[in-house]
């Protein structure tokens, strides 16, 4: 069975995994980091546990081929906040220890998997059948990859059987943080009744900014503002706060660091003009790279390629400049392939086989195999009758006729079954082969074979220009000098000198003692900063040297004010002005209409606003004019008809509202199975919500770290 196959072409299958199946495709070379193989291929890591850079990269792989219109940087964001997320609900869930029994895995096949929705393991009646899907993993199951077909379902199955459990572990957190999270009868009638319950209004507004340019409603007293904070004060109630000012000098190699390097690297280039990749000289260097795969000119990054271009290019290995990395490539092998391979086989298992089929020996297999292929050597058209009547794969010799299908030649797959070569140019199309496996014994017939091209073989010498023992002591002794040169300095005048120093600042950043990094600063050592600032001896103007262990940059913290709880008018000004001002023109208004009638008629003569007549209006969407207007429509419903309101403040501007009719359109035969729909509904929102709200929430409580601008 050709399971990908059948993936591929239902497509909806894909999108039904999408957020949680993260594929085991093979991967093209998307840029020339993929070569250098690093010994740290970690990208990230969220509270201590590392993201590997092949799960990035699988995940975005997966995103590409199906949002194709999607640009590169909106995926690999994607691509992020799918694996952060993943990862921070496993560990959630092993804190609280959660678990999944055989049963949970079972059923989550059935209902969850990729395979629940194949055809071929369901029923007529389309239940899944767990007899032809235990029967298809006998044939995959506790045996190395013989064939490129077993090879992809293989590594299918193995990845889906621990997505699973990841699957089951996440929904059962999920669902227990949720436990309780229900709406009630009442609530759902209620829910019910306001989707359902319509007003038919008149009305007119005035916008607020017709308002201040008419009556010039503008300035507000500070008696103002400090009388409404009084009335106010547990509005006003701040955290216990510091703010820090920064100065940042990174350590950066100096040009001698840069001039060392250099000069090391021209003699290792020397050096590899007349070496291989067995001799003594690399395996002495710790930052070689030795790689035995073959990879085609197409799958190359651009300077790889050009080097091929080269004359004489099996001599003459090239420095690659990328920032501070240095890497030397020299090609050291070249042979043709064949990259496109489609074959077909006739099994002869025996009992010492995998998943073997009948209780012969395998010697009476081998002679049975043997004598086929005698046969076929000589008349090749008989293959596809034996497959039919001989070969012990049933399910492929009668769905498929003996084709295990197409293979594409790609560095990291494999490229034998048994001993034979598929990618061989030296096997021709039509070529049959006896070959033996753990499956038993197999006649392989090349089906259909691409013309040979080239296929080059690399070695790699990478090295990093890092700043020196003696550059960062230098640096520090800097940050020193400049310290005491400045310290009496006021804080502006201060981080004016270090921007003249070209070190990076950071000016006034508010932090609270109970956060885990510094918005802006983000490195290993927020904590132990804040910890530092909040210390009881601090003061006002304090300020320290501080630094990581490798001394990769050194920080200044300077501590300029210490803020205690309470409030700052100049902090809630802004926004007191507002609310002010409102009340105002609340007053202002209740004024004007005081003595004059309130038919919604002579207040439009009055203000010159035009009436909007026959307006439905629904309390449970709550727009109105183009603005979402909870007041106005709360006010609406609880009217009298035809009475005209006082004036309402809404979101926009003040409302005078006339109501004529409300309507409820409700259907007595079927409310009890409306209602039971809406508790539904309500839930289906709040876990929703709940979701959304959860995937924020771990994230701004974990110490999360991002290493991608470094690949």
């Known amino acids: 069975m050709n399971l990908l196959k059948i993936i591929r072409t239902n497509y909806w299958i894909i999108l039904l995994c999408i957020v949680c199946f993260f594929c085991t495709m093979i991967l093209e070379i998307n840029g020339l980091i993929f070569f250098l193989k690093k010994k740290s291929n970690i990208i990230g890591k969220i509270n201590k546990e590392p993201i590997f850079l092949n799960h990035y990269i699988n995940t975005l792989y997966l995103l590409k081929q199906f949002r194709k219109n999607i640009p590169d940087y909106v995926l690999k964001q994607e691509s992020w906040k799918l694996l952060v997320y993943e990862i921070l609900l496993n560990q959630q869930v092993k804190k609280l220890g959660i678990k999944c029994t055989a049963q949970d895995f079972w059923n989550a096949i059935y209902h969850q998997s990729i395979y629940s929705y194949i055809s071929d393991f369901k029923n007529s009646d389309g239940s899944f059948n767990i007899k032809k899907f235990l029967i298809y993993l006998q044939q995959i199951d506790n045996h190395d990859s013989n064939n490129y077909k077993i090879y992809q379902d293989k590594n299918l199955w193995n990845y889906e059987k621990n997505n699973i459990i990841k699957k089951i572990l996440s929904k059962q957190y999920i ?136 004359k004489n290019h099996h001599y003459n290995p090239i420095i690659i400049q990328k920032g501070n990395l240095y890497l030397i490539a020299k090609i050291i092998g070249e042979k043709k392939i064949s990259e496109d ?94 070959i033996e496996t753990k499956f038993g014994y197999h006649i392989i017939k090349i089906d259909k074979k691409s013309n040979p091209i080239s296929a080059y073989q690399f070695i790699f010498l990478t090295k990093n220009l890092v700043p020196s023992k003696e550059t960062k002591i230098k640096l520090f002794n800097n940050v020193q000098k400049f310290l005491i040169q400045n310290k009496k300095q006021c804080l502006n005048q201060f981080i004016n000198n270090a921007r003249k120093n070209k070190y990076e600042t950071i000016f006034l950043k508010d932090i609270k003692e109970n956060d885990s990094t510094i918005d802006g600063l983000n490195t290993e050592i927020d904590k132990k900063i804040i910890h530092w600032s909040f210390d009881k001896t601090r003061k006002e103007g304090d300020y320290k040297i501080m630094y990581n262990n490798n001394k990769d940059y050194y920080i200044i913290v300077y501590l300029s004010t210490i803020k205690q709880p309470g409030y700052s008018i100049l902090e809630i000004k802004n926004n007191l002005i507002s609310k002010i001002r409102k009340q105002k023109i609340n007053n202002f208004f209740n004024k004007q209409i005081k003595y004059t009638c309130l038919d ?95 995937g924020d929430i771990l994230i701004k409580k974990s110490y999360i770290k991002d290493y991608r601008k470094y690949f």
Request: hydrophobic share 35%.
């Open 175 to 310: 669902e227990m943080l949720m436990y309780g999270l229900n709406a009630t009868y009442l609530e759902a009638k209620r829910h019910y009744l306001n989707k359902n319950w319509q007003s038919i209004i008149d009305y007119i507004v005035i916008p607020y900014s017709e308002i201040e340019k008419k009556y010039h409603f503008v300035s507000v007293k500070n008696c103002e503002l400090i009388n409404y904070i009084k009335k106010h004060k547990f509005l006003y109630k701040k955290e216990n706060i510091r703010t820090l000012s920064f100065i940042i000098a990174k350590t950066k190699p100096s040009i001698t660091d840069k001039q060392y390097l250099e000069k090391k690297i021209n003699n290792f280039l020397f050096k590899l003009k007349n070496i291989n990749h067995d001799n003594n000289f690399l395996s002495k260097e710790s930052e070689i790279i030795l790689d035995n795969n073959f990879y085609l000119k197409k799958d190359l990054p651009h300077i790889l390629k050009k080097l091929i271009n080269e």
């Open 341 to 434: 391979v489609t074959y077909s086989h006739i099994l002869i298992s025996h009992k010492n086989a995998v998943n073997y089929y009948n209780k012969r020996t395998k010697q009476q297999a081998y002679k049975k195999a043997y004598n086929l292929y005698k046969i076929l050597k000589k008349t090749p058209s008989k293959f596809i009758c034996f497959v039919k009547t001989q070969s012990d794969d049933y399910l492929n010799a009668k769905k498929y006729n003996g084709k295990l299908g197409f293979m594409k030649y790609h560095y990291n797959i494999p490229k034998y079954v048994g001993q034979f070569n598929f990618f061989d140019p030296k096997i021709k199309t039509g070529t049959i082969k006896i």
């Open 600 to 694: 919604l008629e002579q207040l439009s003569k009055l203000f010159k606003k035009k009436i909007n007549k026959n307006i439905k209006i629904n309390f449970n969407q709550s727009w109105i004019d183009n603005y979402k207007e909870p007041t106005v429509i709360g006010s609406a419903f609880s009217l009298k008809e035809n009475v005209t309101s006082k004036p309402i403040f809404g979101q926009h501007g003040i409302f005078f509202i006339k109501p004529k009719k409300n309507i409820i359109n409700v259907i007595k035969h079927s409310y009890n199975n409306k209602i039971s729909y809406n508790i539904q509904e309500i839930n289906d929102f709040l876990k929703k919500n709940m979701i959304e709200m959860l």
